[in-house]
């Protein structure tokens, strides 16, 4: 099972929001991640997705983007970003979603090799705009991350297993100063081996994030512009089967 990642779909939604007013390397950008994933995605391969998945505002809106990449290749683990007003009752979307498609909120999925966990994260408090309302949801969201890092926990050590946990954010947890967050220290904590992340668009912004090994976390950025609009190869065929 080779496990990918890509994040900021902006699939329309019916919103009628076309990508291309964020610069003209956006164009066409739904058909390119597309015909990429369809290229280089295997049926048992699994694809991570943290995140502003659609711009539909309710979920019978957001249903068809859902639908078109249950279509694709692999199975899927979807988290929640900022833009994704959607996301609604999640037993009414896991009912609605077909199998293979796997939904992150407050718990963890078990994929075989490994296991998947996370949460939306927030404006980090060494933000210069981070505001009272942000600490409310800043903290909020460190609750909800240890939340699934908890069920990620028991998931990897069931039965005696000791499986790798990896955590999506759709917020980047740690910023390129590498100073320490409420979200490392939890990732820290639970021995995750591997985050990604997304949120990120253009090159100043990519440049904002840390990427790289910190505390024994493999941190990355897969926003959809930063990799070209293609899913990202982020391990191939290690994990024990």
């Not at 980090?124 to 409310?136: E, G, I, K, N, V």
Request: include cysteine; charged fraction near 25%.
């Amino acid at each position: 099972m080779n496990l990918y990642a890509i994040a900021d779909l902006h699939l329309d939604g019916g919103a009628g929001k076309p990508m291309d007013v964020f610069g003209p390397h956006w164009a066409g950008h739904s058909e390119r991640i597309f015909g990429s994933w369809r290229e280089t995605v295997g049926e048992d391969d699994c694809v991570l997705i943290p995140g502003d998945i659609s711009w539909a505002m309710r979920f019978a809106d957001a249903l068809p983007d859902l639908m078109a990449i249950s279509e694709l290749p692999g199975k899927k683990v979807l988290l929640r970003g900022n833009h994704d007003y959607w996301w609604s009752s999640l037993s009414r979307m896991r009912e609605a979603l077909p199998g293979g498609m796997f939904l992150i909120q407050n718990d963890a999925v078990d994929m075989g090799p490994f296991v998947v966990c996370g949460s939306r994260g927030w404006l980090l408090p060494s933000d210069s705009d981070f505001s009272a309302d942000d600490r409310r949801i800043y903290e909020r969201e460190l609750i909800r991350l240890e939340l699934s890092l908890s069920a990620a926990k028991r998931l990897a050590e069931r039965d005696g297993a000791s499986k790798p946990v990896i955590a999506m954010l759709h917020f980047p947890p740690v910023m390129r100063d590498a100073n320490p967050t409420g979200f490392t220290s939890l990732l820290e904590k639970y021995g995750v081996s591997r985050c990604l992340y997304g949120h990120l668009h253009g090159s100043i912004a990519w440049a904002v994030g840390f990427k790289g090994e910190l505390n024994g976390v493999d941190y990355d950025l897969c926003s959809a512009d930063s990799l070209g609009f293609a899913p990202k190869l982020v391990e191939k065929s290690e994990f024990p089967e």
